[in-house]
């Protein structure tokens, strides 16, 4: 907690700071500049330490709706929020099979996907992750995708849009809805949004028959049924589908509970890439 206490602190400081954690990894603030949304996004990047050349680990971060005090008790959210010292020990313990890991903005409530108030999917496959690859030297062809909540939603559905561009996708108790009327205000525009994006559509359509999956969930998540249902769609196809319940619900203890299991996923699949 000391160090994310000292990050959290430098970064009111300073806008564009990179830093050193306990672990020698480096912390990168950077700004993507998107011609297709229009603005400036902040992103993060966590390098580890080594040099030479590494894969790439996307993570995406979950849903996050500002609160009316939010000017005056700040908080933690966006990429900002996937910044942990579960991450940072977790990536330490891959040693020399550890990737460049970027935390990649979806803004509150976008998950990941185009609809009117932005091309949040088209930014994130034709420019955030490119962007990465390039700035940071990474392998190319060497990416894998996954992320919590809303972000595990985002990085299965973009995984379904272009599984050839990913060595494996994971979703860490994703935010996924068996029919449009169930999900959270917000998530998506009105009903066609929701038919034009369904995760069970594509899986239906092979989209995901060619690329390892990953999908856990809480005991207690409100997302545990959906969540079930996808994975047993996918290995009805035959997708090569890692599963898991855990105990726990929809929270921060339950994630970083599990950091370490995601990262040696992405790690392995990174490598037989």
């Not at 319940?245 to 996923?265: D, I, Q």
């Amino acid at each position: 907690m000391a160090l994310l206490a000292a990050l959290i602190a430098a970064r009111i400081v300073a806008s564009e700071p990179s830093y050193s954690s306990a672990h020698g990894t480096k912390i990168v603030h950077y700004t993507l500049a998107s011609s297709l949304l229009g603005r400036h996004l902040g992103e993060i990047a966590v390098v580890p330490p080594g040099g030479g050349k590494r894969p790439l680990l996307v993570l995406l971060h979950g849903r996050h709706d500002p609160s009316p005090l939010s000017w005056l008790i700040p908080s933690r959210s966006g990429p900002e929020s996937m910044v942990s010292d579960s991450l940072l020990s977790a990536l330490a313990g891959l040693g020399a099979r550890a990737p460049v890991v970027v935390l990649l903005n979806g803004g509150g409530h976008s998950y990941f996907h185009d609809r009117r108030d932005g091309r949040w999917g088209s930014m994130l496959l034709k420019e955030a992750i490119p962007d990465a690859v390039g700035r940071f030297g990474t392998v190319p062809g060497k990416v894998a995708i996954g992320g919590i909540s809303m972000g595990g939603y985002g990085a299965l559905f973009a995984a379904g849009v272009a599984p050839s561009r990913f060595c494996a996708v994971g979703g860490h108790s994703p935010a996924v809805w068996l029919a449009g009327g169930d999900n959270a205000p917000g998530a998506f525009d009105n009903a066609e949004d929701f038919a034009r994006h369904n995760l069970f559509a594509e899986a239906a359509a092979g989209r995901f028959d060619h690329i390892p999956v990953w999908i856990d969930v809480g005991s207690n998540d409100p997302f545990r049924v959906a969540d079930t249902t996808l994975a047993a769609k996918l290995r009805q196809r035959g997708v090569e589908v890692t599963f898991h319940v855990w105990p726990g619900g929809h929270t921060e203890s339950y994630w970083h509970a599990h950091m370490s299991e995601y990262l040696s996923f992405y790690a392995a699949a990174l490598a037989a890439c």
